[in-house]
């Protein structure tokens, strides 16, 4: 099968006034950025819907990643093309894709084979800048309050408690922990400090849960930066420079619209990874998506574990959403890691290990009905796996009752997906109003606890003296009625990155908690989970380059 990138130059994207007209978007709200990209002004969500039924919306989530690969965005991708094979008004609502994994271990995140966004090099690489103005925000920040100390530090910031951290939107385990101010006076004042990916950074997380403009200035308003000599804390506002930093976000807080191969419209917009941030597109992609189109698609990862779990608990709650329809995506290959099959192995057929890693897609279809939804159960199909070990996944989700297609949209494009698009049309009927994992009134532990045990299958948590430590500052500031954002390794279910399968017998351990106050949530760290990737020894970028066309290869 041709690459990625071959099967793309294949397709020539249809004119974005095309997709846009399709779903009846005024011209006075489209922002161009050349032929095949545009924004979409946030006073297109002030029009009257397009559509007469009910907007509904599906959630695709995954088993546990593996180095393997499950397709989530893929299946995302030609799910929608599916819908669209079949007369359906359909629109979808993805991340963007973070330049660190691009050129690091993941490469490209625009779907693959024949259920690609387009035009995926673009989207992968700048895009609109979306990325570089959340980064340039964040720093601009960072600044003032190193220059706000240089120059008097009128407000008693104590260096030492400094809780605001540089970013960057590229994976960089050198920048995770540095001394900025040396040498001499005039540089600054030397502290210890650090960086952060920017799909990790707060203002990432604000950006994709702020409803419009006046909600994102609040958000900023109201975002902790530090503690004062005398233990108070010190919020951005005071540092009068939040005007400033909007005048930086205002274009990236309108989403982007792109197309599929087949025309589907896409909104691609923010981009926050699931294990060390919430893991959703932005709030307003998804309304914007779901005011245009009767059906919207839109993911959670990595796996349901993490980014679902955040989408249920953190974004649904905030955005008053409720998905009408949940896909798990998992693979044979996938399973088979699970239950101890090596990599390089996955081609030949071994139903024994594929028994062995069913305990993975056990647990998550139990998470899935912990918010009182059923799953279709989506196995995306690859060349080397058997008929009998397709049968026996097909065999355990009907033991669990569950519906479950055989996709091959990677290879078929949308038509590989029409059985799963029909079984999910089938499956709202099944779906009754989720239900939160925890109450906003419980105590910060035992919100932890709630999600270590029902998601992850621990048997309870321990803190260390800095979480400890941590946890009495947040209740100190009255912030312990937020909810929680769990950042943990996302190949396991639990917070050793080594323990695969269905993990049993474990515990949790809390490292550390940190008030994301813009946000609205508390960032719950884990195990030895850092916000700061770093590159692989061999990274994506050594396959990259730019032919004497112009053309990017080896970006997939």
Same mark, same amino acid.
């Given at each position: 099968?041709?690459?990625?990138?071959?099967?793309?130059?294949?397709?020539?994207?249809?004119?974005?006034?095309?997709?846009?007209?399709?779903?009846?978007?005024?011209?006075?709200?489209?922002?161009?950025?050349?032929?095949?990209?545009?924004?979409?002004?946030?006073?297109?969500?002030?029009?009257?819907?397009?559509?007469?039924?009910?907007?509904?919306?599906?959630?695709?989530?995954?088993?546990?990643?593996?180095?393997?690969?499950?397709?989530?965005?893929?299946?995302?991708?030609?799910?929608?093309?599916?819908?669209?094979?079949?007369?359906?008004?359909?629109?979808?609502?993805?991340?963007?894709?973070?330049?660190?994994?691009?050129?690091?271990?993941?490469?490209?995140?625009?779907?693959?084979?024949?259920?690609?966004?387009?035009?995926?090099?673009?989207?992968?690489?700048?895009?609109?800048?979306?990325?570089? !103005?959340?980064?340039? !925000?964040?720093?601009?920040?960072?600044?003032?309050?190193?220059?706000?100390?240089?120059?008097?530090?009128?407000?008693?910031?104590?260096?030492?408690?400094?809780?605001?951290?540089?970013?960057?939107?590229?994976?960089?385990?050198?920048?995770?922990?540095?001394?900025?101010?040396?040498?001499?006076?005039?540089?600054?004042?030397?502290?210890?400090?650090?960086?952060?990916?920017?799909?990790?950074?707060?203002?990432?997380?604000?950006?994709?849960?702020?409803?419009?403009?006046?909600?994102?200035?609040?958000?900023?308003?109201?975002?902790?930066?530090?503690?004062?000599?005398?233990?108070?804390?010190?919020?951005?506002?005071?540092?009068?420079?939040?005007?400033?930093?909007?005048?930086?976000?205002?274009?990236?807080? *309108?989403?982007?619209?792109?197309?599929?191969?087949?025309?589907?419209?896409? &909104?691609?917009?923010?981009?926050?990874?699931?294990?060390?941030?919430?893991?959703?597109?932005?709030?307003?992609?998804?309304?914007?998506?779901?005011?245009?189109?009767?059906?919207?698609?839109?993911?959670?990862?990595?796996? &349901?574990?993490?980014?679902?779990?955040?989408? &249920?608990?953190?974004?649904?709650?905030?955005?008053?959403?409720?998905?009408?329809?949940?896909?798990?995506?998992?693979?044979?290959?996938?399973?088979?890691?699970?239950?101890?099959?090596?990599?390089?192995?996955?081609?030949?057929?071994?139903?024994?290990?594929?028994?062995?890693?069913?305990?993975?897609?056990?647990?998550?279809?139990?998470?899935?009905?912990?918010?009182?939804?059923?799953?279709?159960?989506?196995?995306?199909?690859?060349?080397?796996?058997?008929?009998?070990?397709?049968?026996?996944?097909?065999?355990?989700?009907?033991?669990?009752?569950?519906?479950?297609?055989?996709?091959?949209?990677?290879?078929?494009?949308?038509?590989?997906?029409?059985?799963?698009?029909?079984?999910?049309? !089938?499956?709202?009927?099944?779906?009754?109003?989720?239900?939160?994992?925890?109450?906003?009134?419980?105590?910060?532990?035992?919100?932890?606890? !709630?999600?270590?045990?029902?998601?992850?299958?621990?048997?309870?948590?321990?803190?260390?003296?800095?979480?400890?430590?941590?946890?009495?500052?947040?209740?100190?500031?009255?912030?312990?009625?937020?909810?929680?954002?769990?950042?943990?390794?996302?190949?396991?279910?639990?917070?050793?990155?080594?323990? *695969?399968?269905?993990?049993?017998?474990?515990?949790?351990?809390?490292?550390?908690? *940190?008030?994301?106050?813009?946000?609205?949530?508390?960032?719950?760290?884990?195990?030895?989970?850092?916000?700061?990737?770093?590159?692989?020894?061999?990274?994506?970028?050594?396959?990259?380059?730019?032919?004497?066309?112009?053309?990017?290869?080896?970006?997939?």
């Amino acid at each position: 099968m041709p690459s990625d990138i071959e099967i793309a130059k294949q397709f020539s994207p249809r004119p974005i006034d095309e997709i846009a007209d399709a779903l009846k978007i005024d011209p006075a709200h489209r922002m161009h950025y050349g032929r095949d990209i545009c924004k979409v002004d946030l006073k297109a969500l002030k029009q009257p819907r397009t559509q007469e039924g009910k907007a509904r919306l599906i959630l695709v989530s995954a088993t546990t990643p593996t180095a393997s690969g499950e397709g989530k965005t893929t299946t995302t991708i030609g799910l929608g093309e599916a819908f669209t094979q079949l007369g359906e008004s359909v629109c979808l609502a993805l991340r963007e894709p973070s330049l660190g994994p691009c050129l690091g271990m993941k490469g490209g995140a625009t779907g693959g084979g024949y259920s690609q966004i387009m035009p995926a090099d673009r989207i992968n690489l700048h895009f609109t800048g979306d990325f570089h !103005a959340i980064t340039s !925000a964040n720093n601009l920040l960072s600044a003032s309050i190193d220059n706000h100390i240089f120059h008097g530090n009128p407000l008693g910031i104590d260096p030492r408690q400094i809780v605001w951290r540089r970013v960057m939107d590229m994976n960089d385990r050198s920048l995770r922990h540095i001394v900025v101010g040396l040498g001499g006076k005039g540089q600054g004042i030397p502290r210890e400090g650090g960086f952060d990916i920017t799909a990790a950074s707060e203002v990432m997380a604000m950006l994709c849960l702020a409803s419009d403009a006046d909600d994102l200035q609040q958000r900023l308003d109201r975002t902790l930066v530090a503690y004062s000599y005398q233990g108070e804390p010190v919020y951005a506002r005071q540092l009068k420079i939040t005007g400033a930093m909007m005048a930086l976000l205002r274009d990236a807080l *309108h989403p982007n619209l792109v197309q599929c191969f087949g025309g589907t419209p896409a &909104f691609v917009h923010g981009g926050p990874f699931a294990n060390i941030a919430h893991g959703c597109n932005s709030l307003v992609a998804t309304r914007m998506a779901m005011q245009y189109a009767e059906w919207t698609i839109t993911e959670a990862g990595f796996g &349901f574990d993490l980014g679902a779990e955040k989408f &249920f608990d953190i974004k649904c709650r905030l955005g008053e959403l409720d998905p009408d329809a949940v896909v798990l995506v998992t693979t044979v290959r996938a399973l088979k890691m699970h239950g101890g099959k090596a990599r390089a192995d996955l081609a030949c057929e071994d139903i024994e290990a594929l028994h062995l890693g069913l305990g993975n897609l056990d647990k998550h279809i139990e998470s899935v009905q912990h918010f009182n939804k059923y799953p279709v159960v989506a196995i995306n199909r690859f060349a080397t796996d058997s008929d009998e070990e397709v049968a026996v996944i097909q065999q355990r989700c009907q033991q669990h009752g569950v519906a479950c297609a055989l996709t091959t949209h990677h290879a078929d494009g949308g038509k590989g997906a029409v059985e799963l698009a029909r079984l999910v049309m !089938a499956s709202i009927d099944n779906n009754r109003p989720f239900i939160p994992l925890y109450g906003l009134d419980l105590p910060i532990l035992e919100k932890i606890r !709630a999600v270590c045990r029902q998601m992850y299958g621990a048997d309870d948590i321990a803190f260390t003296r800095q979480a400890e430590k941590d946890l009495r500052q947040i209740e100190q500031l009255g912030l312990a009625e937020l909810p929680i954002c769990i950042a943990k390794a996302p190949s396991s279910l639990s917070d050793d990155p080594l323990l *695969h399968g269905r993990p049993r017998d474990f515990e949790v351990t809390i490292r550390n908690l *940190h008030v994301n106050s813009g946000a609205g949530f508390i960032v719950v760290l884990t195990g030895d989970i850092m916000r700061m990737p770093g590159l692989p020894k061999t990274p994506a970028a050594e396959r990259m380059r730019v032919n004497a066309d112009g053309v990017i290869d080896g970006l997939e």
